[in-house]
């Protein structure tokens, strides 16, 4: 194959991923007609081949999800394990499926299911015992690879297809998992080896990451260290580790060609052969991720390039790597790994290509050195963009952490492993990998407590990124004048301090319903102040959604919360990380934490925006029950008006309904548009134009209900379960129009404009009782972040 084609390999691999993301009608038949057009033409058919190549597996990803039909139906799983991760009162498994079956009749079929993600949960101490590579069966209940869907958050979702992950859900208890067949053989025996040779400790945690890829042996403690300081790169099966495994191979071979054949050796091939093997031996003994995946790739196309057979540049190699992993692995596209190693790859040819190599320790030294310059700026808007956040420490820690590992951690770990057969050496070279591996270790700790890692806002985060990339291009670039550079770059530093937060002029409100699954989360904000109602639910594995809606510390001058039911108030001890002026909730609720009582005829005003509470009325309200004692607050911006009702019940909205004037612009409908509130008369003296339901995709209870759907209709109607987060602005000229984090009618059709998406469940007669929270609610990992 002529080095011409790698361009083209790289487009055709792109653009085939493309069209099967997009997946427009008719694409079949178009490429059935493209390659009538062009069966002659076998080099525009190989193109056509390697855009349907990559279209396949996208088009795959998507359509072999769990179907709707059998959301929380009770099915029969059988599958190896791949992994086994305890976490507590619960063990998290990542299953490869090998049969599916609905229990029930006549339901959808689930055997396109390849991979699950379960929960297993285990208060008492009854589980058993579980290990990568056994085949089990569980009876368990499964979702659609969904999560929820907030700003500036971690997309699980995304994660989820990325991963290839199909559906996730619990294992029932009854019937229980039944082991159908132990491992072949030991999972990772390196691993189990490790275990034995090794104490707990960094020199085995760091030693497991660096050379088998076991990313999953380092602690909390070790990846933040990592992530504070930018050295994350450093224990991922990369080009570095698997470069150094092909280039010790290729040296040692022909090293004995030389000797075999002296006057030959050059022509040897298979040294080169035998470093390709060896590079693809080190993937799988790593585990085959897709990073090692990757890794592998690119080293074999660089050991091609280098071969001397073919003579291509190197950004025709670049092309080809790129377009031979995306053959390898189309879903790799949307994985931020692949473009930091590729960028950096990018960068290293623009700033190395045309200058001579380096001479002497001196010369070394300053490549290094304006090498580690250069790419520090790129990778910090790369790792910026992917992952919210950036590590000033960074520039400086790897100049030191990437020769000490590069030249000699990963040297040693991997020649420890070599003379296994020769104990006294192996430990050894894993003694010494010990000593570097605590250096590194205090190194980072120390940087990380000089130079913590720093979170931008949003706002902050696409400027910031842009002015990095210019900062790159500008010095990387050849023939650019210093002077320029110079000017360039102190004009570049003061973009941090010229950034200001966008802002809400006096007398409008902003509101946010945030998407917390079956819970409640309102965020309120006026020009100065800010007040949250409710703090949205707490699972039963203690996982809390408000906990990742925000990765800075936030100021709330109120939280109210409604009562102490734990979707409203399990979220108040997440708040522990943010600063509260005052908490409010009724008297006799129990919300963790002291609080204001609220009661009716309560009002004050932020920023030309009156907040009033119109429920509950003063006194012990001993005769009401929890969900009739809700705080009911009512906020007029404006001629604009929001009411939240919390979850009383009808008989309880009509002690305030004229206390409102209509029509009310958003109504937040009560009890999560259960049955019980929202009643006719408050729709009909209210008129409210917006209704938004904070309810959790396929909930046992039903909500929202048919019936309060019905009620509502004619009415622009949202529903967090589908929409996602939902946020609008109060106060100005014009009618408030709701944005959603979720394009509905792209996403799964709407009917009309896209806030008439709604849609009531039916209830779930089936639900586990030993699955549920203290008020009702599913504790499953539907929605919960990695």
Not at 6 to 30: K, N, Q, R, S, T
Request: aromatic share 8%.
């Amino acid at each position: 194959m002529r080095m011409g084609w790698a361009l083209p390999l790289a487009l055709a691999a792109l653009f085939g991923i493309i069209v099967g993301d997009l997946a427009p009608a008719g694409l079949v038949e178009a490429g059935l007609v493209a390659g009538l057009l062009g069966w002659r033409r076998w080099r525009w058919m190989a193109l056509l081949l390697v855009a349907a190549l990559t279209a396949w597996p996208v088009l795959q990803a998507g359509s072999a999800s769990l179907p709707q039909g059998l959301s929380r139906e009770d099915l029969q799983l059988q599958g190896r394990l791949l992994q086994v991760e305890p976490q507590g009162e619960l063990t998290r498994l990542l299953v490869a499926v090998e049969a599916c079956r609905p229990e029930a009749t006549p339901r959808p079929a689930c055997e396109r299911l390849r991979r699950v993600r379960l929960t297993l949960f285990d208060a008492e101490g009854q589980a058993p015992e579980m290990h990568p590579g056994e085949r089990w069966q569980f009876a368990v209940r499964l979702r659609p690879p969904t999560g929820f869907a907030n700003p500036h958050t971690f997309d699980y979702a995304a994660w989820l297809w990325r991963e290839r992950i199909d559906a996730s859900g619990y294992v029932r208890r009854d019937p229980a998992p039944l082991r159908l067949a132990a491992a072949p053989r030991p999972a990772r025996q390196g691993l189990a080896y490790l275990d034995r040779r090794l104490e707990e400790g960094v020199a085995r945690r760091w030693l497991a990451a660096l050379t088998l890829g076991a990313a999953e042996y380092l602690s909390d403690d070790d990846w933040a260290r990592l992530n504070a300081t930018g050295t994350t790169h450093l224990v991922v099966i990369s080009g570095l580790h698997v470069g150094l495994v092909a280039a010790f191979t290729l040296l040692l071979g022909r090293g004995v060609a030389r000797l075999a054949t002296p006057t030959r050796w050059r022509l040897a091939t298979w040294p080169w052969w035998l470093a390709g093997a060896a590079a693809v031996g080190y993937a799988l003994l790593a585990g085959f991720a897709p990073p090692a995946q990757r890794a592998m790739l690119m080293t074999l196309v660089g050991l091609w390039v280098a071969s001397g057979r073919h003579a291509p540049g190197p950004w025709q190699a670049w092309w080809l790597a790129l377009a031979a992993v995306l053959l390898f692995d189309p879903i790799a596209l949307w994985r931020p790994g692949l473009w930091l190693s590729f960028l950096a790859v990018a960068l290293l040819i623009v700033i190395w290509q045309g200058r001579q190599r380096p001479r002497g320790v001196r010369g070394w030294l300053w490549a290094l050195l304006r090498t580690q310059l250069l790419l520090a700026p790129l990778m910090a808007a790369a790792v910026l963009l992917a992952f919210d956040r950036m590590a000033p420490a960074a520039p400086l820690v790897n100049l030191l952490a990437v020769p000490l590992v590069s030249s000699l951690m990963v040297p040693l770990g991997l020649l420890g492993w070599l003379l296994a057969w020769l104990p006294p050496l192996s430990a050894l070279c894993w003694w010494l990998f010990g000593v570097l591996a605590e250096a590194l270790y205090g190194l980072l700790g120390v940087a990380m407590s000089w130079l913590p890692a720093w979170l931008p806002a949003p706002w902050q985060r696409v400027p910031l990124a842009l002015a990095l990339v210019l900062l790159t291009a500008c010095w990387a670039l050849p023939g650019v004048p210093r002077r320029l550079c110079l000017a360039l770059s102190l004009g570049l530093g003061v973009v941090p301090l010229s950034l200001a937060p966008p802002e809400v002029a006096p007398g409008q409100l902003e509101v946010r319903v945030h998407d917390v699954g079956q819970g409640q989360l309102v965020d309120l904000r006026t020009a100065n102040h800010r007040l949250l109602y409710d703090t949205g639910p707490r699972f039963r594995s203690g996982y809390m959604p408000l906990a990742d809606l925000w990765s800075r510390p936030q100021r709330f001058d109120r939280v109210i919360v409604s009562h102490d039911d734990l979707d409203h108030a399990g979220g108040v001890a997440a708040l522990a990380a943010h600063e509260v002026g005052q908490f409010m909730a009724p008297r006799g609720e129990q919300i963790g934490v002291p609080f204001a009582p609220c009661k009716a005829g309560q009002s004050w005003q932020w920023d030309e925006v009156t907040f009033r509470l119109l429920w509950p009325p003063p006194g012990d309200n001993a005769e009401w029950s929890s969900n009739d004692r809700s705080c009911v607050l009512l906020v007029e911006a404006g001629a604009q008006r929001l009411l939240i009702t919390g979850d009383v019940g009808r008989r309880v909205e009509r002690f305030f309904l004229l206390d409102v004037e209509a029509p009310l612009s958003l109504l937040v409908a009560g009890h999560h548009g259960s049955h019980t509130s929202t009643g006719p008369q408050l729709v009909e003296l209210l008129a409210p134009r917006q209704v938004v339901f904070s309810a959790g995709r396929d909930n046992p209870f039903g909500h929202p209900d048919d019936g309060v759907v019905r009620r509502l209709r004619g009415r622009c109607l949202w529903n967090t379960a589908l929409d996602g987060a939902l946020s609008w602005r109060l106060g100005d000229a014009t009618a408030p129009r709701g944005e959603a984090m979720r394009d509905l009618t792209a996403w799964r059709g709407g009917v009309g404009d896209r806030c008439h998406g709604v849609e009531s469940a039916p209830l779930d007669t089936g639900y586990h009782p030993a699955f549920a929270t203290q008020d009702g609610h599913d504790s499953s990992t539907y929605g919960e972040s990695e």
